[in-house]
Nanobody, 121 residues
Framework: QVQVVESGGGLVQAGGSLRLSCVAS????????MAWYRQAPGKQRELVAT???????NYADSVKGRFTISRDSTKNTLYLQMNSLEPEDTAVYYC???????????????WGQGTQVTVSS
């Protein structure tokens, strides 16, 4: 079993910064793709940024140039540095991990419980 836990959310004024972290804990697996998603009240969950192990990153147009996704694959840890935050960035942010088991089972997707980010104007 894998547990995914986010941290780092909070309340910040527009123009400010926050750094989100996510740790995937457990054993017997590796992670190819990790990502951040967000869901604002009354809206569907949307992709914010993805990062493939040892490979490229991808960002939603709305956050390009402001957010930076990174990971420490040795620690199964994901980060999201958010700068120049806007009220429109207010949402619950979710961490996603595509887990590849070293032995046996098929790949499986895991999600964290979410962390609230609120940007005041």
């Amino acid at each position: 079993q894998v547990q995914v836990v986010e941290s780092g959310g909070g309340l910040v004024q527009a123009g400010g910064s926050l750094r989100l972290s996510c740790v995937a804990s457990g054993s017997g697996f590796s992670i190819r793709t990790m990502a951040w998603y967000r869901q604002a009240p009354g809206k569907q969950r949307e992709l914010v940024a993805t990062i493939i192990r040892g490979g490229p990153t991808n960002y939603a147009d709305s956050v390009k140039g402001r957010f930076t996704i990174s990971r420490d694959s040795t620690k199964n840890t994901l980060y999201l540095q958010m700068n120049s935050l806007e009220p429109e960035d207010t949402a619950v942010y979710y961490c996603y991990a595509n887990v590849l088991w070293l032995v046996g089972s098929a790949p499986r997707d895991y999600w964290g419980q979410g962390t609230q980010v609120t940007v005041s104007s």
